[in-house]
């Protein structure tokens, strides 16, 4: 599989997925700290993806997203932005609102194809 189809599949299997750099627990920057913690705040289960472990990843995303920087936000297979957005929604409580919608939108999709 190449590049481009592991990220439209990593983007397709995860309602939230923040491509970072480090881990949420163990970030290696501070923009991707700061967008990591305000995730972790809106309470809900998110996928990362550590940019520094995937080199191929690093490179070919900002081409696909037409967005040249990390940390990343995908929601629903959607690019958010970067961390000035993610901050700026998660204080006004628009991130909150999207990340719970997503994620219930996901859980009704899964339990009715059940």
Not at 42 to 62: K, M, S, T, W
């Amino acid at each position: 599989m190449d590049t481009i189809e592991r990220i439209k599949e990593q983007i397709s299997e995860s309602t939230v997925l923040l491509y970072m750099k480090g881990s949420p627990k163990l970030p290696n920057c501070g923009f991707s700290s700061q967008a990591s913690q305000a995730l972790i705040s809106c309470g809900e289960q998110f996928a990362y993806v550590d940019i520094l472990q995937n080199p191929d990843i690093r490179a070919e995303l900002p081409k696909y997203a037409d967005w040249p920087t990390f940390p990343q936000l995908w929601v629903a297979g959607e690019l958010v932005g970067g961390c000035d957005i993610i901050l700026e929604m998660f204080q006004q409580g628009e991130l909150q609102t999207l990340i719970k919608e997503a994620v219930a939108a996901n859980a009704s999709e899964n339990a009715s194809a059940e």
